[in-house]
Structures are given as C-alpha cells and as structure tokens.
C-alpha cells in the first residue's frame, strides 16, 4: 500500500510560481509511474503531467506545456510539479497519484493509489 502526501498549495498571483510537493511512503516508490492530475470545481479530475519510472519520460497537457515541470528524486520518494506564470485556469486541486507501471500513464485507470489533494488558488 502506497501512501502519498501532497504539500505547496496555496494562494498565488496570476504569473507567480509553486512548486507541489508529493512524498511517498514506499520505499519502492522507483517502481511507480507517477501523475499530477487536477480537478477544477464542477469539473472532471484531468491529467496535468507524468512522469515514468525511471524519470526518463515525461507528458504534459497542452495548456501547462512550458510552465509546469515534473520531476522526481527517488533519493527522497517524492515527485514535484513546478508550476510557473500560473494562470487563474489553473485554479484546481491538485492530486498526485502512483501506478505500479513504467509509463507515463495519461489515463486515470492505471493510477491505483492517490493522495488526498493539495488546493492551488491563483487570482487575477
């Protein structure tokens, strides 16, 4: 059982930065393709980034490409999304998740573990 942990919302100016934090619990953790997903109020959870097991490949939506970045340190069993010039559109929560395949995986369905979702607020 993989337990994750979201940290780094908050409330941030249209153009500022934050950086999302997600610790895993397993010390497998380099065996997990991780995600980034997010879920706006009204809408459906959607990917935002992944990354493969091993870190070597990476998936973006169009809308984050070149501001957001993911990125992972087996070291410390945690993925991060750097996000910059963040929009109001990127108000959501945000969700890491785990899937025990090499990905990236861009679908939910694989994703068999979540955390509990970190609030990412920018204002105009």
């Known amino acids: 059982q993989v337990q994750l942990v979201e940290s780094g919302g908050g409330l941030v100016q249209a153009g500022g930065s934050l950086r999302l934090s997600c610790a895993a619990s397993e010390r497998t953790f380099s065996t997990y393709a991780m995600g980034w997903f997010r879920q706006a109020p009204g809408k459906e959870r959607v990917i935002v980034a992944a990354?493969?097991?091993?870190?070597?490949?990476?998936y973006y939506i169009d809308s984050v490409k070149g501001r957001f970045t993911i990125s992972r340190d087996g070291a410390k069993n945690t993925v991060y999304l750097q996000m910059n010039s963040l929009k109001p559109e990127d108000t959501a929560v945000y969700y890491c998740a785990a899937a025990d395949y090499r990905g990236p995986i861009v679908t939910m369905g694989p994703y068999a573990y979540w955390g509990q979702g970190t609030q990412v607020t920018v204002s105009s």
């Open positions: 990354i493969a097991r091993n870190g070597g490949n990476t």
